[in-house]
């Protein structure tokens, strides 16, 4: 029990567990109707059945397709423009500006635009992921830079490190934790633009993504299938946050001794 109590991940779960539990009696007890909301079995086969059979498991992989797409373009954009502010006052200057600017505009706010420059397809979503996570990348890795200890920086001048390896050894490790925090914030950002980008535009690819599949089940009425979309959403939601982003952290901040394991 302490193991539990002391364990984010297994605290989660049981609360999950819980309001799974409370989800499906709810329903077989008939307290709540079962068109506003769907038996919890119910939903579960329904998606084995869609994935499996049906066309939702290639929706998943547009909809995975151009967020992995977009995600690794704005962190390479994210880490040239960081640089950039690194290496010029005039560039810094500028883009703190343009963070200050953009990194509260919703990325739907911009949506007219993007679809009269980019069009109505994967080019428009790209650019609604990339809006979505750089701004806040930007803003995370100049902060940890900003946050550096400034006897790392002297330590490394009288040594006489090079850029380079002072970038390596200096700012690399102490901008990490800032760095995957960047991260984290602009999937969440990046995720919810895609999905609320799909139920505008329609489809991606041949199919279209999970966003377009919960518009044309909520247009047929099939609630049963509009929360398949949202359980989806949800179930990768918690792989990419409680498996990818705490494996990077597992690997580099926690390993390094700069966060202890929760």
């Known amino acids: ?115 009269m420059w980019f069009g109505i397809g994967n080019g428009a979503m790209i650019a609604l992921i990339v809006h979505g996570v750089m701004w806040p990348l930007v803003t995370n890795l100049l902060g940890g830079i900003k946050n550096v200890p400034q006897i790392y920086d002297e330590w490394a001048d009288n040594i006489e490190l090079s850029p380079i390896i002072k970038v390596k050894e200096v700012y690399l490790f102490s901008v990490m934790p800032s760095f995957i925090s960047g991260l984290r914030i602009g999937w969440g950002r990046a995720w919810r633009a895609l999905i609320s980008a799909e139920m505008v535009f329609g489809m991606i690819g041949s199919l279209g993504g999970i966003g377009y599949y919960i518009y044309t089940n909520r247009a047929y009425a099939n609630m049963t299938n509009v929360i398949v979309g949202i359980v989806v959403i949800i179930i990768i939601g918690l792989i990419v946050d409680r498996v990818v982003f705490y494996t990077i952290e597992k690997l580099t901040v926690m390993k390094w001794g700069m966060s202890i394991e929760r």
């Open 1 to 115: 029990m302490k193991k539990i109590l002391k364990n984010q991940t297994l605290q989660s779960l049981m609360w999950i567990i819980l309001i799974v539990v409370i989800w499906e009696v709810s329903s077989q007890t008939g307290m709540v109707n079962n068109y506003i909301l769907p038996k919890f079995s119910d939903v579960i086969g329904a998606m084995v059945n869609q994935i499996c059979f049906g066309e939702l498991g290639h929706q998943i992989l547009n909809s995975l397709t151009v967020i992995i797409l977009g995600f690794f373009v704005s962190v390479a954009i994210s880490i040239i423009i960081t640089a950039l502010c690194v290496l010029s006052k005039v560039c810094k200057s500028l883009f703190v500006t343009l963070c200050t600017i953009f990194n509260p505009l919703p990325g739907m706010a911009l949506l007219p635009l993007i679809m």
